[in-house]
């Protein structure tokens, strides 16, 4: 009888120790899509440039399969156009 209590204490503390950090992860993904999705209202994302700023020469923006298609941003979810622009631009280096 002691033993089983003991297995089902053991199983339960290896089923916490490999699901726990798994979920913690799992939530910190949700949580960090939730901030990128609200992240394109708050930088005051916009589908044009703003002067001679645009996403395409953002540090953060990373290009789509060519100069003119859609991107990513490290900041913002979503399709970026290189034309874009938001107020976290940064300039990257020539
Ligand atoms: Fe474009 Fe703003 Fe992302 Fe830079 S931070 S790539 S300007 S959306």
Request: hydrophobic residues 40%; contains cysteine.
């Amino acid at each position: 009888m002691k033993n089983s209590s003991m297995d089902v204490t053991r199983r339960g503390a290896l089923v916490q120790l490999l699901v726990l950090p798994a979920l913690a992860g799992m939530l910190a993904v949700g949580a960090t899509a939730v901030a990128r999705a609200d992240a394109r209202v708050d930088l005051k994302y916009q589908s044009t440039p703003k002067g001679d700023q645009k996403c395409s020469g953002c540090v953060l923006f990373a290009p789509g399969k060519t100069p003119k298609d859609d991107g990513t941003c490290k900041i913002i979810a979503g399709d970026i156009s290189p034309n874009g622009w938001c107020t976290a631009f940064a300039k990257a280096p020539n």
